[in-house]
């Protein structure tokens, strides 16, 4: 069976976007660079590397929750839509679709993500490996385009996990999860959300700042693509990286911090930067949620906790949302 896939980004959008997002970031006060920039391919195989460290419990215990709870998952979708928003490389619609045990009912799946060539790639893999399923892939923002998924066939499931929706500010979630809302017109529509825990500050900072330097390099990196995207001269290694968390707004904080005064061009937006020793980018925020807190998210959106699941350590959670009516 063939795939599609709908480009709502190219190329010279990408780049616009981009140089907006650094001169607002970079002339903000404090300044900052939007964490979306995190992944181009270096930084892709370095989170990869991240998520295999024993610090970051995320991945790992994220994907064990899913095992245990796809199966329930999928029985009312063995004919309808499985919308994924931010499928990485791929794995968690498997861990799904495995769950599926043997139904050969049509399935469309439907991801979402701004990287065109690894939605080629997955879907190609995919169309391989499960026989009745049809992929119809958006490559788009998903802050952006999700009024771009198509409209269902049949019921159907929308996941958000990682706990990507802590990488966004209150105002981001209460628009996104809105934007959700819209894509579930039947009451049996299920959006399955992962949220990383408030837990032990040890245990989150530890996740952010691996012995072995994983996410330095990693935070460092979003410096290069800058200096590709705008012609800049920033040196990585003369950050250092920061990780710490805000308790009282219950969020992982990421900084790259200058180690010494340095003065920065970035050619194409025609701005020289200058960086006092200490002065520091704000790169990301990681906010950590309570089951409380997420009820109230949701509910805000116009969305109900149909389910909550959580780990033994009570480390992560997924949570089962349905359209409240």
């Not at 610090?55 to 790992?60: A, D, V």
């Amino acid at each position: 069976m063939d795939y599609r896939i709908d480009v709502y980004t190219d190329g010279q959008t990408h780049r616009r976007t981009l140089e907006d997002d650094v001169r607002r970031g970079l002339l903000g006060n404090p300044r900052s660079l939007p964490p979306k920039y995190f992944y181009d391919r270096t930084g892709s195989l370095l989170f990869e590397r991240i998520t295999t460290l024993p610090e970051y419990y995320l991945t790992r215990t994220e994907a064990a929750l899913l095992t245990t709870v796809a199966p329930a998952l999928v029985g009312d979708v063995a004919h309808g839509d499985i919308v994924e928003i931010g499928p990485g490389s791929g794995g968690k619609i498997r861990t799904v679709l495995d769950a599926l045990n043997g139904h050969r009912r049509h399935v469309r799946y439907v991801p979402l993500d701004v990287d065109r060539l690894t939605l080629g790639r997955i879907a190609t893999q995919l169309i391989d490996e499960y026989p009745g399923l049809s992929i119809h892939a958006i490559a788009g923002d998903f802050e952006r385009d999700l009024i771009h998924v198509p409209t269902a066939e049949g019921r159907r499931l929308v996941l958000f996990l990682g706990s990507t929706i802590g990488n966004l500010d209150a105002p981001q979630r209460r628009r996104f999860l809105e934007g959700v809302r819209g894509l579930l017109s039947d009451p049996a529509d299920r959006f399955l959300l992962g949220v990383d825990l408030v837990k032990d500050v040890k245990v989150l900072e530890a996740a952010y700042d691996d012995a072995a330097g994983v996410t330095r390099e990693f935070n460092r990196n979003i410096l290069r693509v800058v200096n590709r995207g705008v012609r800049g001269d920033f040196r990585p290694e003369a950050f250092r990286h920061l990780a710490f968390y805000n308790e009282a707004a219950s969020r992982i904080e990421m900084h790259l911090v200058a180690d010494s005064a340095q003065d920065v061009r970035l050619e194409r937006l025609g701005l020289s930067l200058h960086f006092a020793a200490g002065d520091d980018i704000w790169t990301e925020s990681s906010c950590k949620f309570t089951r409380a807190g997420v009820e109230t998210m949701l509910d805000e959106a116009g969305l109900h906790l149909a389910e909550w699941h959580v780990d033994p350590a009570s480390y992560f959670a997924l949570a089962l949302a349905r359209p409240r009516g």
